[in-house]
């Protein structure tokens, strides 16, 4: 059976500092997601825990703190369509993730992107397509690596933009550098440890310009047995019901099937 677009377990609202639009907030994600028919969304704002002290992590979350993410709480209900509470934490350039022990269960999906290096990266101005596929293997494996809880994990957006936005001759050289046998290594992890995958809007949007064949890094991930949700990253209102047509997109590119569907475990 071919997989079922039912869900966004990546939006943001305007607590996100990077949001512009007054108007999402979660009454409005709700209610769009009600007439997109999703049937599970989850609120992911940026957030940076204080209680995970970092020497390198981008002032960009200098507010981006717990308290701050909690005003979106209580999250409104509709019936039909669940609506979780979530973060989208980082992952500095020394490689430490944003989220301390502590706040495990506080949320029901954290997301952890591994390619912000437009702030994370070592380097930030080296668009070497080598370094940047090298950061991408290392940071993956770290995540990877780290006592996360992973049936409530996903990770995201990895063919970002951002993994290497100086050119997108640049962009498509790091995935080209990135070897086959790394991916299938780290992916093969990635099953065995149930992590989520992210079929992310701008991501897919990206591969349909640059080519098709971008989706291969995904392919290795479902023959690695990886499991897949969708992500619009919504940080207005609109992206998040418009998202969809590009989900549909990818099941079509990939292959995917409903078995290949990540569930958030409880
Ligand atoms: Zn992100
Ligand atoms: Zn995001």
Known sequence: M?????HDLHIHTILSVCAADEGQIPDSIIKEAKEAGYKQIVLTDHYWDKLVPSKTRDDFYETQDYEHICKALPLPKI???????????????????????????????????????????????????????????????????SDLPFHKVGIAHLTCGLTNR??????????????????????????????????????????????????????????????????????????????????EKAVDYIGLEESDKFYIKK
């Open 166 to 247: 100086s050119t997108s001759e640049n962009w498509r050289k790091t995935f080209d550098s990135i070897k086959k046998e790394d991916m299938r290594r780290l992916f093969t992890k990635a099953a065995k440890l149930g992590v989520g995958i992210e079929l992310n809007r701008d991501d897919i949007k990206r591969i349909l310009n640059e080519g098709v064949q971008y989706f291969d890094v995904y392919k290795i991930a479902k023959e690695c047995g990886c499991k897949f949700y969708m992500g619009s990253d919504a940080h207005s209102r609109g992206v998040s019901k418009n998202a969809r047509e590009y989900f």
């Open 79 to 145: 019936g039909g369509v669940e609506f979780l509470f979530g973060c989208e934490t980082d992952m500095d350039k020394e490689n430490i993730i944003g989220i301390p022990k502590e706040r495990y269960d506080d949320f029901a999906f954290i997301l952890v992107p591994t390619t912000h290096l437009h702030m994370h990266a070592a380097d930030v101005n080296n668009f070497d397509p080598e370094y940047r596929a090298k950061l991408w293997v290392e940071r993956l494996e770290c995540l990877l690596n």
């Open 2 to 6: 071919r997989y079922v677009v039912d």
